[in-house]
């Protein structure tokens, strides 16, 4: 079985370099990937340590969801902020803290917008992830105060949904969040 999930993920790497060379031979304004496919190739790009081609990869993405959620519909910022966080990964992964918390700030005022407007579970998880991922950056660039601000706001979110809402998934993100604010 490991052998077997060894080779699965060996062919996924293989397919996403075969994704990325048609992605670079591809004019950009024929690029109409949606973030979620886009989120499966870079997260392979960043696991391998292929961060720059991640970040070239996501780019383009960044770009059309700006322009997409210029109509300000919840799902066009909601690609926008997935993009941002998925941007937010691959700058931090390749070292680049200051790009990283430009992309989860601006990520994490969309996310912060959109709960206001919402109030569904959906977007308060949304912006506890975002809040973590932040919570992550200031952490590594050693703002240890900011970090704790933002994981014990996550943390208050996510009590809060599970306190709703007692499912596993909901309690395992308040055990989660309980570990991060230990940190």
């Given at each position: 079985?490991i052998e077997?999930?060894?080779?699965?993920?060996t062919?996924a790497?293989?397919?996403?370099?075969r994704?990325?060379?048609l992605?670079?031979?591809?004019?950009?304004?024929s690029?109409?990937?949606?973030i979620?496919a886009i989120?499966?190739?870079?997260?392979l790009?960043i696991a391998?340590?292929?961060?720059?081609?991640?970040?070239s990869?996501l780019e383009g993405?960044l770009?059309?969801a700006?322009?997409?959620?210029?109509d300000q519909t919840?799902e066009?910022?909601r690609?926008?902020?997935a993009a941002l966080?998925?941007?937010?990964?691959a700058?931090?992964?390749?070292?680049?803290?200051?790009?990283?918390?430009?992309?989860?700030?601006?990520?994490l005022?969309?996310a912060?917008?959109l709960e206001?407007?919402m109030?569904?579970?959906?977007?308060?998880?949304n912006?506890?992830?975002m809040l973590d991922?932040?919570?992550?950056?200031?952490f590594?660039?050693?703002?240890?105060?900011?970090?704790?601000k933002h994981w014990?706001?996550?943390l208050?979110i996510r009590?809060?949904t599970?306190?709703?809402s007692?499912t596993?998934?909901?309690?395992?993100?308040v055990?989660v969040?309980?570990?991060?604010n230990?940190?």
């Amino acid at each position: 079985k490991i052998e077997q999930k060894r080779y699965a993920y060996t062919a996924a790497v293989a397919v996403a370099d075969r994704f990325y060379k048609l992605f670079l031979s591809t004019p950009p304004e024929s690029r109409a990937l949606d973030i979620w496919a886009i989120s499966a190739v870079t997260d392979l790009f960043i696991a391998e340590g292929e961060n720059e081609k991640a970040l070239s990869v996501l780019e383009g993405s960044l770009d059309r969801a700006r322009s997409a959620a210029q109509d300000q519909t919840p799902e066009n910022l909601r690609y926008l902020a997935a993009a941002l966080k998925k941007t937010g990964r691959a700058a931090s992964a390749s070292g680049d803290l200051k790009g990283a918390m430009a992309a989860w700030r601006e990520g994490l005022s969309i996310a912060r917008n959109l709960e206001i407007r919402m109030k569904t579970s959906e977007s308060r998880n949304n912006l506890a992830i975002m809040l973590d991922d932040t919570a992550e950056a200031f952490f590594a660039s050693g703002d240890l105060a900011q970090a704790s601000k933002h994981w014990h706001e996550s943390l208050e979110i996510r009590r809060e949904t599970a306190a709703l809402s007692q499912t596993v998934e909901n309690l395992r993100a308040v055990s989660v969040s309980l570990i991060n604010n230990g940190d």
